[in-house]
């Protein structure tokens, strides 16, 4: 699982190197394909429950499950990347969001507190404590930051296959769930709303967007629990 998510951190390392005005979201898609392949490996996302691409690629209030397609991305606008690969059977899944060249001050704070509300999860993410710790602690981060935050869709353990038992909340509270002991690996993926945590899917069956059209950010990592604590396999 470590080699799987150090490529999906490779992956997104290149997407940064590569995200720019004016490239379509298709292209960025075919970019991180060549990568994940170049390196012996799949894109996990490729045909999953029919999904048509390798990546997930989300723009501005898009939250999720983007389609990449003819789309133009540009200059101010926050762009989610969400990358899966599976590297001789087991899997890895992480997302950050890329701001393209300038963007508003709050699109910017609203990036920075979601990898923030991450970063406070996975340092929940230890033997002993439950579940309900690591979303209590997402949850407290961007609410104090006056985000909405999405209920509709969780995060998931993951290994053998990319979504496995439990569901990973983002919401909740510490005394939720079940106890996380060594050797649990779960994705931990806020997804956070500049306005209404309400969310809804466009017709394409798969793009979920914010309710009321504001930005919104997703940063995600899969994390072992381990005897010395959050073990973050997606790093590279
Ligand atoms: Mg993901
Ligand atoms: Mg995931």
Known sequence: ???????????????????????????????IEDFIRSH??????????????????SIDDEVVHGIPNQRVIKE?????????TIVDDF?????????????SVAKRALMASTL??????IDKARKGNKLGAVSAAVQAVA??????????????????????????PNFGLPSDGPVLETGMVIAIEP????????????????TVVTADGQPSAHFE????????????????
Request: charged letters at 20%; aromatic letters at 6%; glycine letters at 12%.
């Open 143 to 168: 609410e104090a930051d006056g985000y909405g935050v999405v209920r509709q869709l969780v995060g998931h353990g993951i290994g053998r296959k990319m979504h496995e038992e439990p569901q990973v």
């Open 1 to 31: 699982m470590r080699r799987a998510g150090r490529l999906v951190a490779l992956t997104l390392d290149m997407v940064a190197e590569s995200i720019k005005d004016g490239m379509t979201t298709k292209q960025l898609d075919l970019l």
């Open 76 to 84: 101010g606008e926050i762009v989610s990347v969400d990358v899966g």
């Open 116 to 121: 923030k509300s991450l970063m406070a999860g």
């Open 40 to 57: 012996g490996a799949v894109p996990a996302f490729k045909d999953y429950q029919g999904f048509p691409a390798s990546a997930c690629i």
């Open 191 to 206: 997804m956070i709303n500049m306005g209404t945590h309400k969310v809804k899917t466009m017709p394409d069956g798969w």
């Open 221 to 236: 990592h899969t994390v072992a629990i381990s005897d010395n604590g959050p073990d973050i396999l997606t790093l590279a």
């Open 91 to 103: 899997y890895g899944d992480s997302a950050r969001t890329y701001a393209v060249g300038e963007v």
